[in-house]
């Protein structure tokens, strides 16, 4: 039987994600996932490519509050509504898309600012901004927030585990940082579904994921290393990229909990990795 293991939900693109039980389907991912982001002067996406000490920025939901905090210094925290009451918007740039945004109060974007040591500010994304998906992948003209391209990662357990039996040192599962984590199986079982349900809620992995090295910072300490990403390197390629989980698109929106079995409704053809 495969089931849910662990729902992740991650407020701010690239920033400390969130454990969940359940999570809420929306119609651009899990409810909070990457609606929030961090941009430079030029209204350009951060992340953890290129600062890997924003792993050490944490985040929590409390109510209708986001909380962010500095891993070790919790005593010094910033506080933003689910619901933005702030008015003033900016055009930001995430890969090749170019979106509306809401620019929170310059008292957040000092915050962050100084945490980061550079000028950068958070913006968070509304519900009439409409980021789609890649056309090549999409089945119903979906949307998806801040992610790098979909709403939502999935990986297998047994994937971790194989992964694991190759290296020196294991690494945990939020190298990757999915959304779903299932139990049962084998390895990249995850691979090989076109199609399945959760709960009563169709689901389908429409491209594999390919990992960029966001994976070899240890997200306890920001520190990089080559792992895991050289051994993915070699067993796990093609097409001049590392994949490692499933990105999913899904029909329905809904309430997925940890617990809930993943029914398979229809298979395809595994990866051609070199």
């Given at each position: 039987?495969l089931?849910?293991?662990?729902?992740?939900?991650?407020?701010?693109k690239?920033?400390?994600?969130i454990?969940?039980t359940e999570?809420r389907?929306?119609?651009r991912?899990?409810?909070?996932d990457r609606?929030?982001?961090l941009v430079?002067?030029?209204n350009r996406?951060?992340?953890q490519?290129?600062f890997?000490?924003?792993?050490?920025?944490?985040?929590?939901?409390?109510?209708?509050e986001?909380?962010?905090?500095e891993?070790g210094?919790?005593a010094d925290?910033i506080r933003?509504?689910?619901k933005?009451?702030?008015?003033?918007?900016?055009r930001?740039?995430v890969?090749?898309?170019v979106?509306?945004a809401?620019?929170?109060?310059?008292e957040?974007?000092?915050w962050f600012?100084?945490?980061?040591?550079r000028v950068?500010?958070?913006?968070?994304m509304?519900d009439?901004?409409q980021?789609k998906v890649?056309?090549?992948?999409?089945l119903n003209?979906?949307?998806?927030?801040?992610?790098d391209?979909f709403p939502?990662?999935?990986i297998g357990?047994?994937?971790?585990?194989?992964?694991?039996?190759?290296?020196t040192?294991a690494v945990p599962?939020?190298?990757?940082r999915p959304?779903?984590?299932?139990?049962?199986g084998?390895?990249?079982?995850e691979?090989?579904?076109?199609h399945?349900?959760?709960?009563g809620?169709?689901?389908?992995?429409?491209?594999?994921?390919a990992?960029?090295v966001?994976t070899t910072?240890?997200?306890?300490?920001?520190?990089?290393?080559k792992e895991p990403?050289?051994t993915?390197?070699s067993?796990?390629?093609?097409?001049n990229k590392v994949?490692?989980?499933?990105?999913?698109?899904y029909?329905?929106e809904g309430?997925?909990r940890?617990?809930d079995?993943?029914?398979?409704?229809q298979?395809?053809?595994a990866?051609?990795?070199n």
């Amino acid at each position: 039987m495969l089931s849910i293991s662990h729902l992740y939900v991650y407020p701010i693109k690239s920033l400390g994600g969130i454990e969940l039980t359940e999570a809420r389907l929306t119609d651009r991912g899990i409810e909070h996932d990457r609606r929030w982001m961090l941009v430079d002067e030029n209204n350009r996406f951060l992340t953890q490519r290129e600062f890997p000490q924003m792993a050490l920025l944490r985040t929590a939901i409390d109510a209708n509050e986001l909380t962010v905090y500095e891993k070790g210094n919790e005593a010094d925290t910033i506080r933003v509504n689910l619901k933005p009451t702030e008015t003033a918007t900016v055009r930001v740039q995430v890969w090749d898309d170019v979106v509306e945004a809401i620019v929170m109060k310059d008292e957040i974007n000092q915050w962050f600012s100084e945490k980061l040591n550079r000028v950068c500010k958070l913006v968070y994304m509304p519900d009439a901004s409409q980021r789609k998906v890649d056309a090549d992948y999409a089945l119903n003209n979906e949307l998806t927030g801040f992610s790098d391209a979909f709403p939502v990662l999935m990986i297998g357990q047994a994937s971790l585990d194989d992964l694991n039996s190759r290296l020196t040192t294991a690494v945990p599962m939020n190298r990757f940082r999915p959304n779903i984590v299932f139990t049962g199986g084998v390895a990249f079982e995850e691979d090989t579904m076109q199609h399945f349900r959760i709960n009563g809620i169709d689901l389908y992995a429409v491209k594999p994921c390919a990992r960029c090295v966001v994976t070899t910072t240890d997200q306890e300490t920001g520190i990089i290393a080559k792992e895991p990403l050289k051994t993915l390197a070699s067993y796990r390629a093609g097409n001049n990229k590392v994949y490692f989980g499933q990105n999913i698109l899904y029909k329905q929106e809904g309430i997925i909990r940890v617990g809930d079995e993943l029914n398979v409704v229809q298979v395809k053809e595994a990866l051609e990795l070199n």
